[in-house]
């Protein structure tokens, strides 16, 4: 059923006729099995009569007549009785400092010159009021003659000015007096879309366009907006409108290009893009489009001078940029895709494609590392900065072939391996680079696993740590000390790295799930602070993990980092602290939870959130100078370790709702 406060939002509209047929239908249904809403409507009706029907009162045509006529039946001594006699006023004296005295006296004071000056500048400032109190008078009356073209001027002139408030009222008046304008809808359309309302906006085109069906703007604009919902058959279907009501519209011949790009349909992109050029010459943004549309054909050249041409004749062309460095990164060109790159983000760098920009420049640093030939995951770097150890599964084996490897941290040579039994996973240094500790399935299902000791260089046998009566896993080591951290899923344990003296932590809790499923351990620094992941097994397919960080002497309850929604996904994992304690990686499947995982970048305490920062990669840990960072990426059917140079003190980030590749 539709809601009660919707239908009572559109009952003007509804009085009106102004809905979609359909819409109409449903509100009528509503209210014929609504009480609430019927008395609603009566009443709107009511108000809407008595606003209809309301004239200013005053005297009737011959009410100057009749008080003529009844003024000559007065006589002079009636109307002189009738009249109240005046009251006299005597002057009395006052003291020279009285009210107006003090002021009198200084004025006859002033010498000649002093007093026109003083008076020419009283005569100037009540001049300049009653100009503005005029300005202020007249100023209905003046949007009252103006067009409806001039009116959508003056609106759009309110909101580039900053005046949204204002421009808000104007158009509210404007379409509750005259709700037949299709120019006034499309304005609070416009308005609707600034402040994020989009189905209003939507709404308010299509009032728009079915009070005046040639309203090509209407038609451009409602495309525009499904376009960037990527709902493009209805974009699709508001172009072809344009165009049925001016078949040279150059916008809507775009518009249905960069639409059948967006569907991989380059053939009828070509078509639209070529009329659209054809029409509009010298448009940079048309050059650009018929550029784009080349290099999606694999016309490289013609491509690389149609944006060439766009910049020439727009040097700060968004499109031409944005296309012109996505052609040359394809050709191998590192150097001027760079350039390119960083100038569209000069330009434009809040929008979906400003993150694929900065995807493109982190692929130019990035140089794929030795690994084995198929799976490798969760790379971390020694804290000495000379090695690299990760899991590691060849093709054509299964889940149970997970080794752990170790390899330069230049990848200049092939991985060695280190554990010979497994499956073994979740690699960590100790932080004298020499062991590594790594959890092994020990169930038939490898659902439970215990923790193990061994030597970085593959010498002697792993040594268990850890009993195998529980699950225990995700052991990392606490700087400062000669302890590790790890979970037993419901709470977390120090102990010391050969075992010995475990302690349960007392972190406190109270904000987290009580039903808890602990991992993703990572310990800050400074060895005050650490980071796990919290999993809710019941909302969904997946666990929809939250991280949380909190004090591991429980002096204040854990906090949730990632306060977003995760049900129905896995929701983040795998935290990595930056080595200066201000930044954490971590992975997040938000992006989208039925393909991949992309790799997001936080700063702790800034309110900004977290950021995208790569896509297809699940697992990344920083070098230790901070200056690097190791990841897994997938490249399907397998996976691999990558290296990626960071420019400047914190990685290039991107808008948290970046989609994935």
Known sequence: MTPCRDVQDKLPDYLYGLLPDWEMESTRAHMESCEDCSAAYAKAVEEFRMLDEWKVQGPGRDGYGRFLQRLGECSADEITRARPAPRV???????????????????????????????????????????????????????????????????????????????IETVRVWVSREPQSSRAHVCLADIYERLGEQ???????????????????????????????????????????????????????????????????????????????????????IMATHAEVRRRAGDS???????????????TCAEALFGMAATVQSEGDERLAQHFWQRFLAVESDTQRAWLARNGLVELSQRQLSGV??????????????????AGRAKGTDSSAWRIYTMPADGSTAPKLVTSSGPAVWP??????????????????????????TSASGAGEPVCLTPSST???????????????????????SAGLHGSDVRKLPIDYS??????????????PDGVNVIFGVSDWAGGRGPATRLYLAPLDGASPAKSLTDEDTEGRWGCANPSWSPDGKRILFADDKADPNTTWTLYAMVLGDDSGPHALLSRCARASWSPDGTQ???????WPASQIHSITLGGERPTVVQTDAPCE
């Open 89 to 167: 006023i005597q002057a009395q004296e006052r003291p020279l400092l009285g009210r107006f005295g003090g002021v009198a006296a200084l004025w006859h004071e002033l010498p000649v010159g002093a007093k026109i000056a003083a008076a020419s500048a009283g005569v100037l400032s009540l001049v300049a009021t009653l100009v503005a109190l005029l300005t202020v008078l007249q100023a209905p009356s003046a949007f009252a003659t103006m067009t409806d073209r001039q009116r959508q001027a003056h609106v759009e002139g309110l909101i580039m000015a900053g005046e949204l408030p204002d421009a």
């Open 199 to 285: 189905d209003r906006a939507v709404r308010e085109y299509r009032v728009a366009t079915k009070l005046d069906p040639q309203f090509t703007e209407a038609h451009l604009r409602m495309g525009a907006l499904f376009a960037s919902r990527a709902e493009y058959t209805d974009a699709r279907d508001a172009y072809d409108k344009a165009l049925d009501s001016d078949g040279f519209c150059t916008q809507a011949h775009d518009g249905l290009a960069r639409v059948a790009l967006q569907r991989d349909d380059v053939e009828q992109a070509d078509k639209h893009a070529g009329t659209a050029l054809a029409l509009s010459p010298d448009d940079p943004e």
């Open 301 to 315: 050249v013609q491509a690389r001078a149609g944006f060439r041409a766009a910049l020439n004749a727009a040097p």
């Open 373 to 390: 030939d198929g799976w490798n995951q969760r790379p971390v770097m020694s804290p000495d900065g000379k090695q690299i150890a990760f």
């Open 428 to 453: 960590t240094w100790t932080l004298d680079s020499k062991d590594l500790l790594f959890n092994m399935y020990y169930e038939a299902r490898g659902k439970r696993t215990r923790i193990f000791r």
């Open 471 to 493: 699950h225990t896993s995700n052991a990392v080591p606490i700087p400062g000390t000669q302890r590790m951290l790890y979970s037993d899923r419901e709470e977390l344990y």
């Open 511 to 524: 904000a987290v799930p009580s039903e808890r499923d602990i991992s993703y351990l990572c310990v800050s």
């Open 629 to 635: 960072i190791i990841c897994d990426r997938r490249v």
